[in-house]
């Protein structure tokens, strides 16, 4: 039953991949005042499957001196700690329940970073080792920051269940409780998704597409879908830590959708950042701020405990 239920909604992810990225062309071309994909069936809406079909019907190519085994096992690898990461999606079913969701959160995103190196590397590219190097420079950072970001609100919750931030939020959101925070979260979101005006691992403009420059058909479908499971999964983490986290009601879905669409809507709005002050960004502001945050959370807490 769990894998039959598991298996359902990797379907349900991967075709709702599909339509974000049909959802994002339409939306940037939007943003910049021409329509996006309207020809293939009623509005566009077959563009994602003709897009599936060309990429693996594509040539399989590989760069001469690659690292073979290391080049075709990396895209497969992201691709998989993406269907593990959704292992983590808050049943209330009771099917499977994880009572330390949030570390293994941690670990899976932190596991993303050996992927990209890895395709980044085996590729022998110039231009895919400096996308590569970028990318993990960039996600080790934020990751502190992040973390940070995660304890200050697991202090409310003392638990690493992602279920029990529901009954925690039922009369007001964590959001609330400190805005600034929440807004430190969603750019950390952007930088650990390789989002714009993150994108740095695929900075088009100055690195050629960057660390999957070399990819073609099967291997660049792979890390798309990746990229795009994580984003979906970070806008549902997003919603579980910081908005309520209502499971039962529609409204927990649409929040999700309007997460992921405010992801594509900073790509059409923003302009990328430079790299160094990217890595200012959360060195000297959002890491000192959460744990700011967070020391003065623990001695809220002790207070009440004494008193």
Not at 37 to 48: A, I, V, Y
Not at 73 to 101: A, D, K, R
Not at 156 to 175: K, T
């Amino acid at each position: 039953m769990f894998l039959l239920i598991y298996l359902l909604m990797i379907i349900c992810v991967l075709v709702c991949v599909s339509f974000v990225t049909l959802l994002e062309r339409k939306v940037l071309g939007y943003i910049q005042l021409r329509k996006g994909p309207n020809k293939l069936g009623l509005m566009g809406l077959l563009q994602p499957f003709s897009d599936g079909l060309k990429l693996f019907f594509k040539e399989q190519t590989y760069p001469y001196k690659s690292n073979y085994l290391i080049y075709y096992i990396s895209p497969v690898f992201l691709l998989f700690l993406s269907f593990l990461l959704w292992s983590l999606f808050p049943f209330l079913l009771n099917i499977y329940n994880y009572n330390y969701g949030i570390l293994f959160f941690m670990v899976c995103t932190g596991m993303g970073v050996y992927g990209i190196m890895m395709s980044g590397w085996s590729s022998n590219s110039n231009y895919a080792l400096l996308g590569s190097l970028r990318s993990v420079a960039q996600v080790i950072s934020y990751e502190v920051s992040m973390i940070m970001i995660m304890l200050c609100i697991i202090i409310f919750v003392f638990s690493y269940n992602l279920l029990d931030f529901m009954y925690y939020q039922q009369l007001i959101w964590f959001m609330f409780l400190n805005l600034p925070l929440f807004f430190c979260w969603l750019s950390s979101c952007l930088a650990e998704t390789n989002r714009s005006p993150f994108d740095f691992a695929e900075g088009e403009s100055e690195l050629v597409s960057g660390f999957n420059v070399e990819y073609s058909s099967g291997g660049f479908a792979f890390i798309f879908l990746s990229e795009y499971m994580n984003i979906i999964f970070m806008a549902l983490m997003t919603s579980v830590i910081f908005l309520g986290c209502d499971l039962l009601s529609l409204f927990f879905y649409i929040k999700i959708m309007l997460l992921v669409f405010w992801f594509i809507w900073v790509r059409g709005v923003l302009p990328r950042f430079r790299y160094d002050k990217l890595m200012y960004l959360t060195w000297k502001l959002f890491l000192p701020f959460s744990l700011n945050v967070f020391i003065f959370y623990l001695g809220f807490l002790s207070f009440l405990l004494l008193h």
